[in-house]
C-alpha cells in the first residue's frame, strides 16, 4: 500500500496570507490526524478527523481548521497568517476507530515570511 | 490528562555501544506507549507501540522497549549502535478522548552516534 502522501512538500506565504495544506491517507484508512512541530513547542495535536467529522481537537486558535472527504483525504486550512505559524505539519492515518498506531506522512514545511 | 516527559534531549554514543533513551509517562487510564523515529526532513517512523499485551516489545531496527507500571517508565533501547541509528526520538503516548484518537508527544531526544 501507499504510504500517506501530503502536498505541497514545502510552501512559503507571506503574513496575513491563508494557506491550504492536503494529506492523502493509506488506503482504507478513516482516521486522518495533524501535527504541527516546531523547535519551540515540539509536536501538538491539530485536530482529528474520522469520516468527515471532528472527533478532537487540539488548543489552537480559530485561524487552524480543517476537513475531511469522504475518500477520506484531508485538508487543514490556516487563514491569516502569522509569522509564528511557520512549522513542519504532519498528517497522520490510522485505520481503527480506537488507539491504534498512527502512521505518518513526510510533512509539509511551511515558511511564513 | 496525559504527559509523557523524555529526560535527555540529547544522547551521544559511540558505535556498537548500547542505546538508551528514557521516557516516563503520566496517565490516569491504562497508557498506550508508543516510540517513533524521524530522521532529518523527513515525517515520524514508527519503531514499536506497546498496547497492554507483553511488557517487553520489540521492534524494528533492533529497538525494544519495556513497560514498567511500577516506574511509569517505557525506555528505549538497542544493544549496539549504529551510525544509521541517528536521528530524533520521540515517545508518545495515546488517549481517547471525545471518542478519537490523540497523541501526545514528549520533547524527543537528538541520538549522536560516533565512531
Known amino acids: 500500500k501507499a504510504g500517506v502522501t501530503q502536498t505541497p512538500r514545502y510552501l512559503i506565504k507571506t503574513r496575513g496570507q491563508q494557506v491550504t495544506l492536503s494529506c492523502s491517507p493509506i488506503s482504507g484508512h478513516r482516521s486522518v490526524s495533524w501535527y504541527q512541530q516546531t523547535p519551540g513547542q515540539g509536536l501538538q495535536f491539530l485536530f482529528e478527523y474520522f469520516s468527515e467529522t471532528q472527533r478532537n481537537k487540539g488548543n489552537f486558535p480559530g485561524r487552524f481548521s480543517g476537513r475531511q472527504f469522504s475518500n477520506s483525504r484531508s485538508e487543514m486550512n490556516v487563514s491569516t497568517l502569522e509569522l509564528g505559524d511557520s512549522a513542519l505539519y504532519l498528517c497522520?492515518?490510522?485505520?481503527?476507530?480506537?488507539?491504534?498506531?498512527?502512521?505518518f506522512g513526510p510533512g509539509t514545511r511551511l515558511t511564513v515570511t | 490528562a496525559q504527559s509523557v516527559t523524555q529526560l535527555g534531549s540529547h544522547v551521544s554514543v559511540s558505535e556498537g555501544a548500547l542505546v538508551l533513551l528514557r521516557c516516563n509517562y503520566s496517565?490516569?487510564?491504562?497508557?498506550?506507549l508508543f516510540w517513533y523515529v524521524q530522521y532529518p526532513n523527513q515525517g515520524l517512523q514508527l519503531l514499536l507501540k506497546?498496547?497492554?499485551?507483553?511488557?517487553l516489545v520489540k521492534g524494528i531496527n533492533g529497538f525494544e522497549a519495556e513497560f514498567k507500571k511500577s516506574e511509569t517508565s517505557f525506555h528505549l533501547t538497542k544493544p549496539s549502535a549504529h551510525m544509521s541509528d541517528a536521528a530524533e526520538y520521540f515517545c508518545?503516548?495515546?488517549?481517547?478522548?471525545?471518542?478519537?484518537?490523540?497523541?501526545?508527544f514528549g520533547t524527543g531526544t537528538q541520538l549522536k552516534v560516533e565512531l
Open positions: 506497546y498496547t497492554s499485551a507483553a511488557t
Open positions: 497522520a492515518s490510522s485505520d481503527l476507530a480506537g488507539v491504534e498506531e498512527q502512521y
Open positions: 508518545a503516548v495515546s488517549a481517547i478522548t471525545g471518542g478519537g484518537n490523540k497523541l501526545t
Open positions: 496517565s490516569s487510564v491504562p497508557p498506550y
